[in-house]
């Protein structure tokens, strides 16, 4: 019974990544006809979802094969929450520090994708190294999107074309995962 309750917790969590990555990069395409407020909206709330299903897949993992792994990327993954969610309460205004922050989180994103690639249990399955591996990917773009921002002086919330399609290698990458979780089911 513990065994399927771990089982559907981490399903639980995968589709909660997967649907919070959907909101963000809904958030940071500039195609479709959403007020600023509305793009901040699904961007702020993507996130918090995302939050939440990242923190209930790394419970269920197998911490015991290699906790410093699973403590490593989760510390990074707090790290980076922390430190932007602090910058919003604090409602600061700087533009070029919060998008240096958010340059900041997608570089270490991709260190905990990078972490979690040196596992040999993200190699069993197809799924997981190609999914981790487009969440890596994904990151990068964005970050480098992210510099694009500060070379241009633009706002955090002007995305550009690097920050979308990161956004969304990130949630094909994400789909991925929760593919691979519920055939794993099977």
Not at 25 to 32: D, H, M, R, V, Y
Not at 156 to 164: D, F, G
Request: hydrophobic fraction near 45%; charged fraction near 15%.
């Amino acid at each position: 019974m513990e065994e399927w309750n771990a089982a559907i917790k981490r399903k639980i969590g995968f589709a909660s990544l997967t649907i919070g990555k959907v909101m963000s990069s809904l958030g940071k395409t500039p195609g479709f006809c959403f007020s600023s407020t509305t793009q901040d909206q699904l961007i702020y709330s993507g996130s918090l979802i995302q939050t939440g299903g990242g923190a209930l897949i790394l419970d269920q993992m197998n911490a015991q094969e290699n906790p410093v792994l699973y403590e490593e990327v989760l510390m990074l993954n707090m790290i980076g929450y922390g430190v932007f969610a602090f910058s919003l309460l604090q409602d600061i205004e700087d533009n070029i520090l919060l998008i240096r922050q958010a340059l900041s989180s997608n570089l270490r994103d991709v260190v905990g994708a990078l972490i979690f690639l040196t596992d040999r249990g993200t190699w069993e399955s197809p799924g997981s190294w190609i999914g981790t591996m487009m969440l890596a990917t994904g990151h990068f773009v964005q970050a480098l999107g992210r510099n694009r921002q500060l070379e241009s002086g633009a706002a955090l919330n002007e995305v550009n074309s690097w920050i979308t399609a990161g956004s969304w290698i990130e949630t094909g990458g994400a789909f991925a995962l929760l593919l691979q979780s519920l055939a794993d089911s099977r």
